[in-house]
């Protein structure tokens, strides 16, 4: 690769990691916008998180894993396609690109999410306050880059078939 054609590769690698970063920005806002957070409830005892409740950051993570599994997954087909001729770069950098998203998906999604029962400053009996958004397992972020490499894989595999090859051309299993 030489000249013009890794200049055009750089500029494909680099167009295709913004754009993910882009993608994982709005997966940001879906997830702050779909989440439903866990609610604490301030009572005479102080502000507490019922077992009920702290069931609910379940539901948080698995949508933060099931909008990145979308969102990787189809990274991971297009940046297979468009970057095939690499060979196997596109593995790590498909893992450090879709890690990098997911960090930052998880990140925005705290800053913009709700800020969470430490923020409010005098609290009413009966108030309900939202927990912040959060991402309690280090297995969320694997699951991006898992998706990605997916999408990746499914490509290399449609583009290693031949459809010239029959059945009828295949070597007999037996004598």
Do not use: C
Not at 18 to 33: E, I, K, P, S
Not at 105 to 123: I, N
């Amino acid at each position: 690769m030489k000249g013009s054609g890794m200049r055009r590769t750089v500029v494909q690698v680099v167009a295709l990691v913004v754009g993910l970063l882009v993608l994982a920005a709005g997966a940001a806002v879906l997830w702050v916008q779909l989440a439903s957070p866990p609610q604490w409830e301030v009572t005479q005892q102080g502000v507490v998180l019922t077992e009920e409740a702290a069931g609910a950051q379940v539901g948080v993570e698995l949508l933060f894993v099931a909008i990145g599994a979308a969102v990787a997954a189809v990274w991971g087909l297009v940046a297979g396609f468009v970057l095939r001729r690499l060979g196997w770069v596109v593995v790590p950098l498909t893992v450090a690109a879709t890690l990098a998203a997911s960090v930052l998906t998880w990140r925005l999604g705290v800053l913009l999410g709700p800020d969470g029962p430490e923020a409010v400053r005098s609290p009413q009996l009966g108030d309900s306050i939202s927990a912040r958004l959060a991402v309690d397992s280090p297995a969320s972020f694997v699951v991006w880059a898992i998706a990605g490499l997916v999408g990746v894989f499914v490509v290399t595999w449609a583009a290693g078939r031949r459809p010239d090859v029959s059945e009828r051309s295949a070597p007999a299993l037996h004598p």
